[in-house]
């Protein structure tokens, strides 16, 4: 339960203006997590960038931020973007919050909340949905279950309360995410080999060419918004942001855990590891200097990781609810799958899938994963004033 005293100090919310209150916005978590065990300090300098003007997101997207204060002390954050590709797509007058963190009280969360709320109605949105910090293809969805371990990368962690404490606010589920993973030591399945055999050859599954680094992005690219482009909440990747996702994949990721599927030579798959870099940094403090940058590229080069995410994957929409489309996605995951395994990982996080995406659950399922954190977007309704 909140402590009675911190109502003695009255609340201020202040919208988020140069250097000094960005740096109060950011690190704010490390203040309400200090006692968190599966809380992972994020990199600083990355959340710098994230919320800066070199981040292509904000070629497309209005935002704001405000922090809570009592006295001198930060109690709380939120942010509001309007998304200028979304509102194209959908036409629907949505808003979106993200970077939700507050202390337990529901003045906090009340006061947050309306700042927010008021400033997307002067944007002409009628609802509001989130969190998204910022957008569908970064990390989104408030943690409801799974606070016992620790988020992989690009997934995020909360404290219990904050799930209710955003239904005080009126807000409803939308839609829930999935993550799952699975133990690399858990056998491949007898089934998959039956369909590989089915697929007579038609399906060849090739790891990324390093050689053709653009060729094979640019697959991946088009793959991804075929295969992805009616699930709920899409938004395609603009070329800027594309273009930066490459950069960390050739900089992370071994081309190994980067698969294509081709079906009679046509691109028809693709999925992506990315090593855990929160196991990685999770003792750093969120600081690179003065010696943080040396463990991280030892750990990243020489020790490497025992736990992995996926973040990308999919299967061309002509090939989804068919036999063949099953095949694919088993075929790229196993040789990941050994791979992993050989390298030393234990699990690896497969995530996040629409609770609705029925088909692509039994595919995760029928490999052994099963479901350990589950990330709620919520909406509102803006009821003019």
Request: aromatic share 10%.
């Amino acid at each position: 339960m909140p402590n009675e005293n911190q109502n003695l100090e009255q609340l201020q919310i202040i919208p988020v203006a140069g250097r000094r209150l960005l740096r109060s916005f950011i690190m704010l978590p490390w203040t309400l997590y200090a006692d968190d065990p599966c809380w992972v300090p994020p990199l600083i300098f990355e959340r710098k960038w994230h919320l800066s003007s070199k981040n292509p997101y904000f070629e497309h997207a209005d935002f704001q931020a405000w922090i809570a204060c009592r006295g001198k002390r930060v109690v709380g954050r939120i942010s509001a973007q309007v998304d200028q590709l979304h509102l194209q797509r959908y036409h629907d007058a949505t808003g979106f919050f993200g970077f939700l963190e507050a202390e337990d009280s529901e003045e906090t969360f009340h006061a947050l909340f309306e700042v927010a709320e008021e400033w997307l109605r002067q944007k002409g949105m009628e609802r509001i949905r989130g969190p998204f910090s910022l957008s569908i293809n970064d990390e989104c969805g408030l943690l409801v279950e799974g606070f016992d371990s620790s988020p992989p990368i690009m997934l995020g962690h909360a404290l219990p309360y904050y799930g209710s404490r955003v239904e005080e606010q009126g807000f409803a589920k939308e839609q829930d995410l999935l993550a799952y993973r699975v133990l690399t030591a858990t056998p491949q399945p007898r089934h998959l080999e039956i369909l590989t055999k089915r697929s007579g050859g038609q399906v060849k599954i090739r790891a990324m060419r390093r050689d053709s680094f653009n060729e094979d992005l640019a697959i991946i690219q088009d793959i991804f918004e075929d295969a992805w482009s009616e699930n709920w909440g899409f938004i395609p990747f603009t070329p800027a942001e594309f273009t930066e996702l490459g950069k960390n994949l050739k900089l992370l990721v071994d081309a190994d855990f980067v698969r294509i599927a081709e079906v009679d030579g046509e691109p028809a798959g693709m999925m992506v590891t990315f090593p855990n870099l929160n196991e990685m940094i999770k003792d750093l403090n969120g600081r690179l200097l003065p010696f943080g940058w040396l463990k991280l590229l030892w750990r990243l080069k020489v020790v490497g990781a025992k736990s992995a995410r996926v973040p990308l994957m999919g299967v061309k929409r002509r090939f989804q609810g068919s036999r063949l489309g099953v095949a694919i996605a088993l075929m790229m995951i196993s040789p990941v799958h050994l791979k992993a395994r050989k390298q030393g990982i234990k699990e690896v996080d497969m995530s996040w899938i629409l609770e609705q995406n029925q088909a692509m659950r039994k595919i995760i399922e029928s490999v052994g994963s099963t479901l350990y954190k589950r990330y709620r977007i919520y909406q509102k309704e803006l009821n003019p004033k």
